[in-house]
């Protein structure tokens, strides 16, 4: 298995500009997550999607940020206008969630760096 | 809320030595799941090892072992002879069971310099 995929894995834009990060999950994978890392707050969930449906946004920092999950390997996160608050390291995560145990184990993609100037 | 701190900012250690990670959580559940994850400079977070509170034994994995502390809310992360590559970021996370048991709480980090 090639593991989690994200694209691009460094992208620099320009203030105002729309970023779209992208992630294809493990196969067979029915929940994907997004993190941000930053520095400053270290790692933030995003959004969680469970069987394609977002289940939790609560960490999406504001109406700029939008995820979509058309399939169940395929999602993107959206950055529309980007800022340079925004500049992190955007993580997605997969994992196969059976039931509520919280047993089961994230496996993460290798990130994609933003840098907004 | 469920923190996790890692009071350990940075540590190092010679190669082939061993050295212990600290964490400590705060959480008013019995029954939850603990974390040690890898971060490389490469950037990808790796499980290292994962332990279940109602277990009382320790987990291992080869060179990597845990003291699990329940009562104190410790789970420190010990690295026997340590390698090169083990030069990293090392997050403790925490997560229980039950309808929010997607969410998993990181600590802050410890970065691990390996001296030849």
């Known amino acids: 298995d090639a593991g989690v995929i994200q694209s691009p894995r460094h992208e620099v834009t320009e203030m105002g500009q729309e970023v779209t990060l992208r992630c294809k999950p493990i196969?067979?994978?029915?929940?994907l997550f997004w993190y941000r890392q930053t520095m400053m707050r270290g790692l933030e969930l995003l959004i969680y999607?469970?069987?394609?449906?977002?289940?939790?946004d609560s960490g999406m920092p504001e109406d700029r940020f939008s995820a979509k999950m058309p399939n169940a390997s395929f999602s993107t996160l959206k950055i529309q206008p980007s800022e340079p608050r925004d500049s992190a390291v955007y993580f997605c995560?997969?994992?196969?969630?059976?039931?509520?145990?919280?047993?089961?184990?994230?496996?993460f993609g290798a990130g994609s760096r933003l840098t907004v100037l | 809320a469920q923190t996790v701190t890692q009071s350990q900012p940075e540590m190092s250690v010679q190669e082939a030595e061993t050295v212990t990670l600290s964490c400590t959580y705060d959480t008013s559940e019995s029954d939850y799941y603990l974390f040690w994850y890898k971060q490389p400079p490469s950037r990808q977070m790796i499980l290292v090892i994962r332990q279940e509170a109602y277990k009382q034994q320790n987990a291992t994995e080869n060179r990597f072992s845990v003291n699990f502390q329940k009562a104190a809310k410790s789970f420190s992360l010990k690295i026997s002879d340590s390698q090169l590559g083990d030069a990293a970021m090392y997050f403790c996370?925490?997560?229980?069971?039950?309808?929010?048991?997607?969410?998993?709480?990181f600590g802050k980090g410890t970065k691990l310099s390996v001296i030849p």
């Open positions: 999607f469970n069987n394609n449906v977002p289940i939790d």
């Open positions: 995560a997969s994992s196969l969630s059976r039931d509520n145990s919280g047993a089961n184990v994230l496996t």
């Open positions: 996370a925490y997560r229980t069971p039950g309808a929010g048991s997607y969410q998993l709480t």
């Open positions: 196969s067979g994978h029915n929940s």
